[in-house]
């Protein structure tokens, strides 16, 4: 069955980034899959956290940080990048900040990142 999705729900996160789902648990009630866009303003950071669910991830501008057990990715506009589940990572932005799309298998869901304090 074909299902239109006519527009994103906006997920609060502290630190100014934006978090616009378009398909996910919380949007369109998919645990599948997730869809959402992001926008993170110039020195963004989250904490740590080892995700239950593959991240695709696609930068559309600026520079997405990845840091991992293997060091530190800078990933620019026109890249991507994909991180494991049980694979401990960190996000930031770069100094211009960074506008990307996630795709997350299953679907995102805040228990399932696995957040550090």
């Known amino acids: 069955m074909v299902r239109r999705i006519d ?7 502290p630190g100014g980034k934006v978090i ?9 009630g998919d645990e599948t899959l997730s869809i959402a866009h992001m926008k993170a303003p ?8 080892t995700p239950e669910f593959t991240e695709y991830t696609l930068v559309l501008r600026g520079t997405v940080v990845v840091e991992h057990a ?8 026109g890249q991507a990048f ?14 211009e ?5 996630a ?6 869901s805040p228990e399932g990142a696995g957040r550090e304090e």
């Open 7 to 13: 527009s994103a729900t906006r997920i609060p996160v």
């Open 20 to 28: 616009d789902e378009y398909v996910g648990r919380v949007n369109s």
């Open 42 to 49: 110039a020195g963004w950071e989250e904490p740590a956290q």
């Open 70 to 77: 293997g060091g530190t990715t800078e990933v620019g506009a």
């Open 82 to 95: 994909v991180s494991e589940p049980g694979e401990k990572i960190r996000y930031s932005s770069g100094p």
């Open 97 to 101: 900040g960074a506008e990307y799309v």
């Open 103 to 108: 795709v997350c298998l299953p679907a995102f």
